[in-house]
């Protein structure tokens, strides 16, 4: 998820996992003896959930190149049954796993990308890197697939057993920082016959939520211009200079943005600020985002940012150029899906907390000077357009893409801290930690329930293709901003890795050695929270 504050789910009392409590939905569930078993099934891997969280974490792979944590998820897919095709929609390190004939077709996926300059040691209260320069998983993102990948595995053993039919298709979100490429996939074709779609990512409570979420769409583009080069002092009359179009444009740009609609969020940085201050740069490029509401106030946001690059070129002498690098549509939660899938978390409940688990959470959020909050006791309500109201969380996910493609509904599960600051180190201080191991086997317990649920009852992926027909796409139609020439940005942190992922591998966990993560790199968990245990707020 990019820059985005993301929803807060108030988390949940526990709820024993008896399907005999479970309030009966507005449609017609699984039979409460298979969700029984599916649970069973889930817990069965609760040793391997924490093992692929922990070894996710560790390869902390940006986007692009997520290339071990997209070998191991595969490994992993194979040895339980599934048929994989690699390198989906142009992207080396995507991929679909695949089971089942007949029966509904149901989409799983969650995204596996770190952010470049979060390196952090988990179960640590204090920013420390892990490795020096290195990247890391300063939102959560490796607990996301392995969520899908048990809840998969439960299923598959459960329809398979029963002679359920049905359809299931895990898929990575590469690159979900970079918004780079869930819009491609979709373009190539990837969800063309699914009927139904679940997405997870990682939250500080329980929860979901259908409707207009408040997530903006977003365009990323890089406009590169092309001056002339001469001496600086001796004859810069000669020269035109590429830096300034850039710095121009970002000044008219600024001064634009005083007269755009409230809803809008744009920022940029310079990608190529010259060579040396006594040559006139011949070439220089600035990365913008641009970020809307709807589809089409994010084309005339576009268009408006593509005039200004124009005339800063024209005002310099100097020429532009811009590739599109990645997009997100507006988010969209399908309510009959949603409401199938908040049953399910009602049924699971929030973990189980530990002293030692509080403790930490508490000692992450006081030595950081963050607000003091427990890990949640209870689920979130059902997150709807009466209850969020106006509200806009300014970010963006590209799973907008698929929920615009088809009904699709996101589950935010409780393995992070509440107030850590995404996209930053501590974001990730508990993403190798109890936190996130139970946060994220909750999820898989819910999210392999609502499969069930979908492959057992017609009239759910009845309801959810209406729904999505008839009251989704009467708001908006799908209007992606990529052109069919741009292909997705594949290069991008690739020269970052070769310099940084020697390092990294020195790190990398090794299940065969530690029970866990924080045993081998010497972490103290409980020790870690007791420090700052008696700290206020």
Do not use: C
Not at 221 to 239: I, L, N, Q, R
Not at 242 to 250: C, K, P, R, S
Not at 467 to 477: A, G, H, S, Y
Request: net charge negative.
């Amino acid at each position: 998820m990019i820059a985005k504050p993301r929803m807060r789910f108030l988390a949940s009392t526990f709820a024993p996992l008896l399907a005999s409590v479970v309030p009966a939905p507005a449609f017609a569930a699984a039979d409460p003896a298979l969700k029984q078993e599916v649970l069973a099934g889930v817990e069965a891997q609760r040793k391997q959930i924490q093992v692929m969280v922990d070894e996710i974490f560790s390869f902390g792979e940006p986007g692009f190149q997520e290339t071990k944590t997209s070998n191991y998820l595969i490994s992993i897919l194979e040895k339980n049954g599934f048929k994989i095709e690699r390198g989906i929609a142009g992207v080396p390190t995507a991929f679909t796993a695949s089971w089942g004939n007949g029966g509904p077709k149901i989409a799983l996926g969650s995204d596996i990308d770190g952010l470049v300059g979060v390196s952090q040691v988990p179960g640590v209260a204090d920013v420390k890197a892990l490795t020096e320069g290195g990247s890391g998983h300063g939102e959560g993102h490796n607990s996301g697939m392995p969520l899908m990948v048990a809840a998969a595995i439960a299923a598959k053993q459960v329809m398979t057993k029963h002679g359920i039919q049905g359809r299931l298709m895990l898929w990575p979100g590469v690159a979900e920082e970079l918004l780079a490429t869930k819009a491609y996939y979709v373009r190539a074709g990837v969800f063309k016959d699914v009927d139904a779609s679940i997405f997870a990512h990682v939250n500080t409570g329980f929860g979901t939520g259908w409707g207009d979420l408040g997530l903006t769409g977003m365009i990323s583009v890089e406009y590169s211009f092309k001056g002339k080069t001469a001496h600086s002092a001796a004859m810069p009359w000669e020269g035109r200079s590429a830096l300034d179009g850039v710095e121009l444009m970002d000044v008219m740009w600024n001064f634009r943005r005083e007269h755009l609609p409230l809803a809008q969020r744009s920022h940029n940085v310079i990608t190529n600020g010259g060579g040396q201050p006594n040559v006139v740069p011949d070439k220089a490029s600035s990365w913008y985002y641009f970020r809307q509401k709807d589809f089409a106030s994010l084309r005339d946001l576009y268009q408006t940012g593509n005039t200004v690059a124009d005339a800063a070129a024209l005002a310099t002498g100097t020429t532009v150029t811009r590739k599109v690098l990645g997009f997100a549509a507006p988010n969209y939660g399908n309510k009959p899906l949603a409401e199938a899938l908040y049953a399910n978390i009602e049924a699971v409940g929030v973990p189980q907390w530990t002293p030692a688990d509080q403790a930490f959470a508490k000692a992450v959020q006081t030595r950081n000077h963050l607000k003091v909050e427990p890990l949640p006791d209870k689920v979130a309500p059902l997150s709807t357009p009466e209850l969020r109201g106006d509200a806009s969380f300014g970010g963006s996910d590209d799973i907008g893409d698929v929920m615009w493609t088809v009904p699709t509904v996101t589950i935010g599960y409780p393995a992070n801290i509440p107030n850590v600051i995404f996209h930053h180190s501590t974001a990730a201080m508990a993403m190798a930690t109890p936190i996130a191991h139970k946060g994220t086997l909750a999820g898989a317990k819910a999210v392999a329930m609502t499969i069930l649920d979908i492959a057992t009852t017609p009239q759910l992926v009845t309801d959810a293709k209406a729904w999505f027909r008839d009251v989704q796409q009467k708001e908006q139609t799908y209007d992606p901003l990529i052109a069919p020439t741009d292909m997705p940005a594949i290069d991008r942190n690739e020269r970052t890795m070769e310099q940084i992922r020697p390092a990294m591998a020195k790190q990398y966990y090794q299940p065969d050695k530690y029970d866990t993560y924080l045993q081998q790199l010497g972490v103290d968990y409980e020790a870690s929270g007791r420090e700052t245990s008696g700290a206020g707020s």
